[in-house]
């Protein structure tokens, strides 16, 4: 030790009368050695600076216990110090117990992995810490418990929404855990709600199969337990309807089919089809609709309404409907009228997803979806929403809206599934003659995935329509009308496989008229070549035979020396078209359309001279034969200048009279 700058050591000694130990730290030769404890060495320098180093001291704690298994146990010396201020290292060793690595062994915080034990353990670690002259030693015991069995934790996923029934989704119970890394067991059960059917109970996945019919609560709950062996844990997901009927839902995925006027003008077509879109929603004056709009992609050119009419709103486009242009997102919305819900989608043609959500507001009325509901589903919904006084009924190409009485008179009594898909079919054949079959969306002979939208024009009894509503049936933009009891009854027309009658068909027939060859005095003319040809399709005799048109008109017509063809009636003239027909096949008018669509100049509006002119043009091109002395015969003037450029195109000569075929006879079929 330093005592006034001079070092000592100690001496070993046993009291005043005993000798000194020889093998002490002191010598029994050294001077001054009497009873003094302390011996002085005087050439140390040790003590100049002041005082002796000072070995540091550790902090380390109680002991403690560890469950296992940990992934880190902490060993901490960080509560050691050193009083003169030295800087400190440190050294961690295990001492005793089952082995393990220490990480961080050279710093004051360390820590190891206790493993997973069966059985308890004791570890014993020392902490060595040096001030670089000196230095002091402790241990500190940590006991490490064995393992005892954790529940685990069930999770059965996030709630799920479904837009409507008959649907199936995946239940996935994959995120649930168990820290002991116990193997699991899973079991579903539903636990409310209408029945479902859960495919694999015993699953970790497992499908629920949601069936039409299950009508009233919207809500299925499912139970998820997870167990490890020992013990379990559950979890619960609740299934909801987006619509709290599932008869109809209220989500709508909007249709991009295009911009109807585009589509007339690109097909050189007289009439467009309709931008409405079926919601089966009636709404009433006063209530106020909670509607949201999402669009997953592209921009639309324009958003989409919400348009609420009746059928027998007679005006063009039907302007006496309330409009609400919807915006992206939550929309509150205000009902000042009375009527049937649409979605009004008339965006340029757009791959984007666009959704529309009756959040709420509105109440169903009877409309029956063909491939979407049943027989069952047709009957509850006249059952339930009985108070609404229309129907409707969607297809893939169109839809029919009128009264409930007599609609329901007119439709078969095991539902409306044929005639709607008769329908379907007379309006694939409608563009199927002209050539409309294409699947590009960009093309101008693309198939038309608007729908015509057939409509009751009488107006409810105890209410006024002062609109007027021509003939027994008409054709104008977006609807065909009935405008009188049979002409309503006709659309409703189902025998053997006939969907439809002669009267609808024609009115179908104004919207597929190409204009450029529908001359003035023929638009009551080629109209019908539409109704002729779904007349065929459904395997009927042609209205031109049943009629006696041939006989009484056309042959004796042809037959004169001086012809002029204006002075014909409506199925003389007729007659002209169709000898096209028959004689060359489906695919002349075919033909015919795609040059017409194809060609730019009958983009815009051309006269009546120079649209006949054209048409004895074109469909000698379309035939691959010279038609001028066929349109001759019928009466047509040929300038000399359209003569002269068939007569350029180095077509086949017209060898046979084909002006003598008719729909029983047809005698010479060329190609």
């Not at 959500?357 to 409309?367: A, E, K, N, Y």
Request: with cysteine; proline share 5%.
């Amino acid at each position: 030790m330093c005592h006034e700058q001079m070092l000592y050591k100690s001496k070993w000694w046993a009291g005043s009368s005993s000798e000194p130990n020889p093998n002490g730290p002191t010598s029994s030769n050294q001077s001054g050695w009497g009873n003094d404890p302390w011996l002085p060495i005087p050439d140390s320098s040790e003590c100049n600076s002041g005082q002796a180093n000072r070995a540091p001291s550790i902090e380390l704690g109680p002991d403690i216990e560890v469950l296992s298994p940990s992934q880190a146990v902490v060993l901490d010396g960080s509560d050691s110090f050193d009083e003169d201020g030295d800087r400190l290292t440190y050294r961690w060793r295990q001492v005793s117990g089952p082995s393990v690595d220490i990480s961080n062994s050279q710093k004051e915080i360390a820590s190891f992995e206790l493993p997973r034990l069966t059985e308890d353990a004791l570890y014993t670690f020392q902490l060595t810490v040096n001030d670089g002259k000196a230095q002091a030693v402790d241990n500190v015991s940590i006991t490490g418990l064995a393992a005892k069995n954790q529940r685990p934790n069930a999770i059965a996923g996030k709630d799920i929404q479904i837009d409507a029934l008959p649907a199936e989704v995946q239940l996935d119970g994959s995120l649930s855990t168990d820290v002991d890394s116990d193997k699991l067991e899973y079991h579903w059960e539903q636990i409310s709600g209408p029945q479902a059917e859960i495919t694999d109970p015993q699953s970790k996945y497992t499908n629920v199969r949601f069936p039409s019919g299950n009508h009233g609560d919207s809500d299925y709950m499912f139970k998820l337990t997870v167990s490890d062996g020992e013990l379990t844990d559950t979890d619960n997901i609740v299934v909801s309807v987006a619509s709290g009927d599932d008869l109809m839902p209220r989500s709508f995925s909007v249709e991009q089919p295009g911009k109807s006027s585009d589509l007339q003008s690109d097909q050189r077509r007289r009439m467009a089809p309709t931008p409405l879109q079926s919601t089966g929603f009636w709404v009433n004056k006063g209530e106020t609709l909670d509607v949201n709009l999402s669009i997953d992609g592209a921009a639309l050119s324009e958003l989409p309404q919400l348009f609420i009419s009746l059928p027998d709103d007679r005006t063009y486009k039907f302007k006496h409907a309330e409009k609400h242009r919807l915006t992206k997102g939550s929309n509150e919305i205000e009902i000042n009228k009375s009527g049937i819900l649409y979605i009004y989608n008339d965006a340029k043609i757009n791959n984007s997803n666009v959704k529309v959500d009756l959040i709420s507001g509105g109440q169903p009325f009877p409309r029956f979806k063909l491939n979407e509901n049943t027989l069952n589903d047709w009957k509850e919904m006249l059952n339930d929403y009985s108070d609404i006084p229309y129907v409707e009924l969607v297809g893939e190409n169109i839809i029919i809206t009128a009264k409930k009485y007599p609609a329901l008179e007119y439709i078969e009594g095991n539902g409306p599934e044929r005639l709607i898909s008769g329908w379907d079919d007379a309006i694939q054949w409608a563009q199927e003659q002209y050539g409309i079959t294409s699947d590009d969306r960009n093309s101008p002979h693309r198939i038309i995935s608007h729908k015509f939208h057939f409509v009751d024009g009488l107006e409810p009894e105890g209410t006024i329509n002062n609109d007027k509503c021509s003939g027994s049936m008409n054709a104008w933009m977006w609807r065909l009308m009935a405008c009188s009891d049979n002409g309503l009854k006709n659309i409703f027309v189902v025998e053997d496989n006939k969907a439809g009658d002669w009267g609808p068909w024609h009115e179908l027939g104004h919207h597929m008229q190409i204009q450029p060859f529908t001359w003035s005095g023929m638009g009551e003319v080629t109209v019908n070549l539409t109704s002729l040809y779904i007349n065929r399709k459904f395997n009927i005799e042609s209205r031109l035979e049943t009629k006696g048109t041939w006989d009484n008109v056309i042959f004796p017509y042809l037959n004169k020396p001086i012809k002029d063809f204006d002075s014909l009636n409506v199925w003389g003239k007729l007659g002209m078209f169709w000898q096209l027909d028959l004689a060359f096949g489906e695919e002349f008018y075919q033909q015919l359309g795609f040059n017409y669509r194809e060609n730019s100049m009958y983009s815009s509006s051309i006269s009546n001279d120079t649209k006949i002119q054209r048409f004895v043009i074109e469909s000698s091109k379309a035939s691959g034969f010279n038609l001028v002395e066929f349109f001759e015969k019928w009466g047509i003037n040929v300038t000399t200048s359209t003569k002269q450029e068939v007569n350029s195109m180095k077509l086949s000569t017209l060898n046979v009279p084909i002006w003598e075929n008719r729909d029983n006879d047809i005698k010479y079929t060329l190609k």
